[in-house]
């Protein structure tokens, strides 16, 4: 090799080296705090007012106070299939054939409600405002979706589908902040959604979309007039949630994954004030940021070495908080303001 060759070889290797650091510098200095987790790792993070509350793998859930994180987290441990936060320091949780609420540390039982008879829950999802919840029931050959709020009274069915005269599956659903509207989205042979209106019981809309295989995440933002649903690989439709018009597509970009893995979306997030949504992708391991207004993308963090279970902005919509799917770490993130538009 000649000397002019060999220059020429070690300015690009320091070029690429230098580069790499300013991109590593760059991805770390949005980086505030990072919190010591549950050990087994996070399956939801939720951030109810000032509570950032995760849920392990194992149905414990740890909560820390946005405005002082240097305090230890309330920690519950209680004998539950599921676990949520809700408003007014309270979880809620099921446990065999009822759902109980409980103080935040899962000492002091406040209510019960009994599940309908024959029943088991597959799932509960809460109100961004954590006073109103949902969980799914499956009854035999029947799917069906009932509705709890924070002052636990009781527990009616408002919506119910025969899984044998309609073939169809849903993935995921969610309830608005003031307990009037519900989402669900999922697939009818390609993907599906619908809105209800349960204060009148009727549904509103219902839609499916040829081009795309099936939904799998749906959240309303948190004045419950946009929905955004996620396909299963790289696109996020916004829609009108009272009449289902299309208001933006948001597609994620398109990377190269490793033979056995493919690219998927695993959490959408909207920010309380409904400006910034957040996306996570793997394998990746990243968090996208977009300027809802104008659908153009913010900026990026490599949020984690390891798999990225889910998400929670902080109320004043400054900060994120990521949670890793096989280990304790629990990561602060300041997010990209409007200004930082790359």
């Not at 000649?2 to 980086?31: G, P």
């Not at 029947?142 to 169809?168: C, D, G, Q, R, Y």
């Not at 977009?290 to 949020?303: C, F, H």
């Amino acid at each position: 090799m000649t000397n002019k060759k060999r220059n020429i070889l070690i300015v690009s290797i320091v070029i690429c080296v230098l580069l790499f650091f300013v991109y590593f510098s760059n991805s770390k200095s949005n980086l505030i705090r990072q919190l010591q987790g549950p050990i087994e790792g996070t399956d939801n993070i939720f951030a109810i007012g000032n509570n950032l509350s995760i849920v392990s793998k194992n149905n414990h859930i740890y909560t820390w106070q946005w405005d002082n994180f240097k305090k230890w987290p309330v920690v519950a441990k209680p004998h539950a299939e599921f676990v949520v936060p809700l408003n007014d320091n309270k979880i809620v949780y099921a446990a065999k054939s009822e759902l109980v609420l409980t103080d935040l540390k899962a000492e002091k039982e406040l209510a019960s409600l009994s599940l309908p008879y024959g029943t088991e829950c597959k799932k509960i999802a809460i109100s961004s405002n954590g006073k109103f919840g949902l969980l799914s029931l499956s009854e035999k050959d029947k799917l069906k979706l009932a509705l709890f709020n924070s002052e636990f009274k009781e527990l009616p069915i408002v919506f119910e589908k025969n899984t044998t005269e309609e073939k169809f599956t849903l993935f995921d659903y969610a309830i608005d902040n003031e307990g009037s509207l519900i989402v669900g989205a999922g697939k009818k042979d390609k993907a599906w959604i619908f809105v209800k209106d349960i204060k009148n019981d009727k549904i509103l809309w219902e839609k499916t979309f040829d081009e795309y295989g099936q939904f799998t995440i749906v959240e309303f933002s948190s004045d419950g007039k946009t929905l955004y649903v996620a396909e299963k690989i790289r696109f996020i439709i916004a829609l009108d949630a009272i009449t289902g018009n299309i208001l933006r597509v948001y597609e994620m970009p398109k990377y190269n994954t490793p033979a056995n893995q493919k690219q998927n979306i695993s959490s959408i997030k909207i920010s309380p004030d409904s400006k910034i949504l957040a996306v996570d992708t793997e394998p990746a391991r990243r968090v996208w940021f977009w300027d809802i207004a104008t659908g153009e993308k913010l900026d990026n963090i490599y949020a984690s070495d390891l798999t990225v279970s889910d998400m929670a902005f902080s109320p004043d919509s400054k900060y994120i908080a990521t949670g890793c799917l096989v280990s304790p770490e629990i990561k602060i993130w300041k997010v990209p303001t409007l200004k930082d538009v790359k």
